[in-house]
């Protein structure tokens, strides 16, 4: 069956730390892979997304994630957060046009 | 090039009411999706459309709700008969004829059923 699962549900960090968010796919084939950043109240933004190619892509907002296909995951990762970083996060797996399947979000708490 | 439109953004109703949610794709898309967000839940796919075809309403629940892409206008998710159990953000999100490419988001309708 197809499926992401974000393992951590809410992840709080300091500002300035680094940051780490996990995901991990099932999927049949090699699918694409996104991320996206819900802010409260707001609809999804794209971050970053990997097709094919270089399996470390960059986004925006200082973000980049790692395809690792003997892992199955597509980590999203920040060197140095900030306080406006504080969302909800979603990776995302599709292939060509077809529906997008969603992780269940990890919700960042960003302390001063 | 302005994003993707979805009006109302909050749209309230009593139960047994019909919700009628527009969706608006980017200027040169032509594929749409809609997706429902439970509360503290991922999206979850409903169905796909493109113009005057339903690709896949897999998702969708087999009663109540219906969705139409026409030739000219916005897509419409239509929902009879509300219940409280579809309160819940809905988005759509589009994306160019030509793929792979990215969907796009807009802003949801937040669907309260009282």
């Known amino acids: 069956a197809q499926s992401v699962t974000q393992p951590d549900i809410h992840i709080t960090v300091s500002e300035g730390a680094s940051l780490e968010l996990r995901c991990n796919y099932s999927y049949g084939a090699t699918p694409y892979l996104f991320w996206y950043v819900q802010s409260p109240g707001q609809g999804l933004q794209l971050l970053l997304k990997y097709f094919s190619g270089d399996t470390l892509v960059q986004g925006i907002k200082g973000f980049e994630a790692e395809f690792k296909r003997s892992q199955s995951s597509f980590n999203l990762r920040k060197p140095s957060v900030h306080w406006s970083d504080a969302a909800e996060y979603f990776c995302a797996v599709g292939r060509n046009t077809d529906k997008l399947i969603f992780g269940t979000g990890t919700r960042l708490q960003v302390f001063p | 090039n302005a994003g993707v439109m979805q009006n109302p953004r909050h749209l309230v109703r009593r139960r047994g009411q019909e919700a009628r949610l527009r969706c608006s794709p980017m200027?040169?898309?032509?594929?749409v999706y809609w997706y429902r967000q439970l509360p503290e839940e991922g999206l979850k796919f409903m169905v796909y459309l493109q113009k005057e075809n339903i690709i896949d309403e897999s998702g969708m629940p087999k009663e109540r709700f219906s969705a139409e892409f026409p030739k000219e206008g916005p897509s419409i998710l239509r929902i009879q008969q509300v219940v409280r159990g579809d309160s819940a953000a809905y988005f759509c999100?589009?994306?160019?004829?030509?793929?792979?490419?990215?969907?796009?988001f807009g802003p949801g309708t937040r669907l309260t059923v009282l």
């Open positions: 200027k040169g898309h032509s594929h």
């Open positions: 999100a589009s994306s160019p004829k030509t793929g792979p490419d990215t969907q796009y």
